[in-house]
């Protein structure tokens, strides 16, 4: 094992120690609407992950936009997934959903994320995502 091997997987066990969340990573379905009986189809979500996740802050400032009448503050995240996930059978992309479904802190349970990116890299410590709370 080289030197780069060994620090990689000594960081990689620290950040799966960080990893004190449990979230949902899940792609919308697109729904619909039954034009016979008059009644919204559900839209069925695609599961992407389901397990432990760091969720934190990637900027301490929300940057404030306008969606059609309201308001909406941005505030992005960095979610960070254990390296030894597999890879899921639908890669995560912008526009899927994370939520906070557990954590220590109990203000971030509830927490809803939408994905804005997706990082990956061989001698990263963690699979990380960005995200945005659209609130």
Do not use: C, H
Not at 17 to 42: H, M
Not at 67 to 84: D, F
């Amino acid at each position: 094992m080289s030197d780069l091997d060994a620090g990689l997987a000594a960081g990689r066990l620290a950040a799966l120690e960080l990893q004190r969340e449990t979230i949902s990573l899940y792609r919308p379905g697109a729904g619909g609407f039954n034009w016979e009986t008059g009644a919204d189809i559900p839209a069925a979500a695609i599961g992407i992950y389901a397990g432990p996740a760091r969720v934190k802050p990637d900027r301490t400032e929300g940057r404030e936009v306008d969606a059609g009448e309201a308001n909406v503050t941005l505030r992005r995240y960095v979610v960070s997934l254990p390296w030894g996930t597999p890879a899921p059978a639908v890669r995560p992309r912008p526009g899927d959903v994370i939520d906070v479904t557990a954590s220590p802190d109990a203000r971030m349970v509830g927490l809803r994320l939408w994905v804005t990116g997706v990082e990956t890299s061989s001698t990263a410590t963690a699979w990380r995502i960005a995200g945005e709370d659209r609130s």
